[in-house]
């Protein structure tokens, strides 16, 4: 069985399942350590957070090691645009 480590990469696409921010999405910006990294997303602040309390998605960005924040809302903006287009191709 694959660790949640071998899903956790930089700009991954994450789903937070604990907390205040429970249900909010978010990029996984930065890796702290075995256990936590750096997270920011739209209605996300920028904060650590452990991997217990994230929900890996398969969607991932092609950005760098922490990306500034305006830089990745273009990114994921245009992440979005493509998934809606796919979605609506499918149907």
Known sequence: ???RRSFAEIG???CINYGK???KIGVIVDMCD???CLIDGPSVERKLINFRRLAF????LPIKKRLVSYAKQNALSIVATHQMLLSHIKR
């Open 12 to 14: 991954r696409i994450v």
């Open 1 to 3: 069985m694959p660790s």
């Open 57 to 60: 998605t398969d969607i991932k």
């Open 21 to 23: 921010d429970n249900g």
């Open 34 to 36: 075995s256990m936590t």
